[in-house]
C-alpha cells in the first residue's frame, strides 16, 4: 500500500541538490553510463513535480560540473545530448506547470545547439510565477565565485559580501535551505560553495535515480526538525524549546 505523504512542518523556500548516483546506478545493471544519466533524467522530472506539490519555491540542481568535462568524452557528449533533448521535451510541459527555467553556470565551451537551448528554454519560461528551477550546467562554485568578483572589479565597485552576492550567479533567489546530496557520497564537490554557508545538509543513501518522492520526504522532513541558529544560540532562536529543556 502506497504511504501517505508526511505533513511537514516547515518546507524549505530553496532545495539544492547534487543528483549522484546515475552512474552506478546504470553499472549494477550492466548498462553504459550515460543510461543512468537517462534515468537521472526521469528522476529530475519526478523530483521537480514533488518539490511543486510541496510548496518549494526554488529548486536548484547540478547537472554538469566545471569539473565533469574531465569525464570519458563519450559520456560528456551524451550528457549534452540529453540536456537538448530534455529542454526540446521538457520545456513545453514547465511552461504549463508555471515553473521558471534559469540556467546557472558558464556558456563558455558549450555547442550552439546546446547555448541556443538554454537561451530558448528561459526565453519560454520568462513569464512564470511558479516555483524556479535553476540547472547548473557547466557550473563550478569556485568559477561562480571568480566570475562575481571579476564582475563587482570590473564595475570599480568595492569587493564586499553585499558586492559580491549581488554579482553570484544566484543573486535572483535566495541562499537555499537545504542541500540534498543523493549516492551515500558526504561532500560538496563545488557545489554553490558561496551561497550555502548556512545550509542545512542532508546525505542521502539513495542513488538519483531511485530518489523518489519518499526519499524527499525524508529529507524534508529532516529539515522541518532542525534547529537554524545562524550564529545565534539556542536560547535566542528557541526561547521556548530551551527552557522545556532546562
Ligand atoms: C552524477 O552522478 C551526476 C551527473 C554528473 C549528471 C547529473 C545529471 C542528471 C541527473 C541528468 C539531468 C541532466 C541533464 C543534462 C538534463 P555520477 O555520474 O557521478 O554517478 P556515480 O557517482 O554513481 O558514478
Redesign the pocket.
Known amino acids: 500500500m502506497k504511504k501517505s505523504r508526511p505533513q511537514l512542518p516547515s518546507v524549505p523556500h530553496h532545495v539544492a541538490i547534487v ?7 546504470a553499472h549494477r545493471r550492466l548498462l553504459p ?1 550515460v543510461a ?2 537517462r534515468q ?2 526521469e528522476s ?1 522530472r519526478r523530483c521537480i513535480r514533488a518539490c511543486a506539490e510541496r510548496g518549494v519555491k526554488v529548486l536548484t540542481v547540478f ?2 560540473s566545471s569539473e ?1 568535462w574531465n569525464r570519458p568524452s563519450d559520456e560528456v557528449s551524451g ?1 549534452m545530448d ?2 537538448a533533448t ?1 529542454l526540446t521535451r521538457e520545456v513545453p510541459e514547465l511552461k504549463s506547470a508555471g515553473i521558471r527555467l534559469h540556467f546557472v553556470g558558464s556558456r563558455t565551451g558549450l555547442s550552439d545547439r546546446v547555448r541556443a537551448g538554454l537561451t530558448a528554454g528561459e526565453a519560454e519560461t520568462a513569464d512564470n510565477s511558479g516555483m524556479v528551477l535553476n540547472v547548473c550546467f557547466n557550473y563550478g562554485g569556485r568559477w561562480d565565485i571568480a566570475q562575481a568578483a571579476a564582475r563587482v572589479a570590473e564595475a570599480g565597485e568595492p569587493m564586499t559580501e553585499e558586492s559580491l552576492g549581488r554579482a553570484m550567479a544566484l543573486a535572483h533567489v535566495p541562499d537555499p535551505d537545504l542541500l540534498i546530496r543523493t ?1 551515500g557520497e558526504q561532500r560538496i564537490s563545488n557545489f554553490l560553495l558561496w551561497q550555502c554557508a548556512y545550509s542545512e545538509l542532508f546525505f542521502s543513501d539513495h ?2 535515480p531511485e530518489f523518489d518522492e519518499a526519499a524527499l520526504d525524508d529529507a524534508l522532513m529532516a529539515f522541518a526538525q532542525r534547529e537554524r541558529r545562524f550564529g545565534k544560540t539556542s536560547a535566542q532562536v528557541a526561547p521556548n524549546r530551551s527552557q522545556a529543556l532546562a
Open positions: 543528483m549522484d548516483g546515475n552512474g552506478r546506478w553510463r543512468g544519466h537521472g533524467v529530475l547537472a554538469f565533469n550528457l540529453l540536456l530534455a549516492g542513488l538519483w
